[in-house]
Nanobody, 126 residues
Framework: QVQLVESGGGSAQAGGSLGLSCAAS????????MGWFRQAPGKEREGVASIDRDGGTRYTDSMKGRFTISRDNVKSTLSLQMNSLEPEDTAMYYCAADHRRGGYCYSLGAYEFNSWGQGTQVTVSS
C-alpha cells in the first residue's frame, strides 16, 4: 500500500524560501513517477512539478526557475525547494505518485497520479 507523508510546510515572507519533503513507503519507490501539486482555497488542484524514475523533470510555467523538484531513490524521498516565494504560492501542497506508465510522468495533470499524501500547508505573506 502506497503511503506518502509530506512535511516542511509553514510560513514565509514574500521573496523567501521553503523546502518540502515527502517520505514514501509501501512500494518500490524507484519505479514510480512522482509529483507535487497544490490547491488554494476555492481553486482547483494544479500541478507544480513532476519527476520521472530516472530524474527527468517538468514544471508548470509559473514555477520554472523558482521551484526545484528532486528525488532520492535510495531514501525513498521526494523534495521541493521553493525560492522567491509569492503570496500566490499560498496553498496546500500535496505529494503524489503513479506507477502505471513505467515510472514516467507524461503531464502535470492530477489524473496522471493515483496515490496522494495528506498535504502540507504553505502560507506566504506580503
Amino acid at each position: 500500500q502506497v503511503q506518502l507523508v509530506e512535511s516542511g510546510g509553514g510560513s514565509a515572507q514574500a521573496g523567501g524560501s521553503l523546502g518540502l519533503s515527502c517520505a514514501a513507503s509501501g512500494y518500490t519507490y524507484s519505479r514510480y513517477c512522482m509529483g507535487w501539486f497544490r490547491q488554494a482555497p476555492g481553486k482547483e488542484r494544479e500541478g507544480v512539478a513532476s519527476i520521472d524514475r530516472d530524474g527527468g523533470t517538468r514544471y508548470t510555467d509559473s514555477m520554472k526557475g523558482r521551484f526545484t523538484i528532486s528525488r532520492d531513490n535510495v531514501k525513498s524521498t521526494l523534495s521541493l525547494q521553493m525560492n522567491s516565494l509569492e503570496p500566490e504560492d499560498t496553498a496546500m501542497y500535496y505529494c503524489a505518485a503513479d506507477h502505471r506508465r513505467g515510472g514516467y510522468c507524461y503531464s502535470l495533470g492530477a489524473y496522471e497520479f493515483n496515490s496522494w499524501g495528506q498535504g502540507t500547508q504553505v502560507t506566504v505573506s506580503s
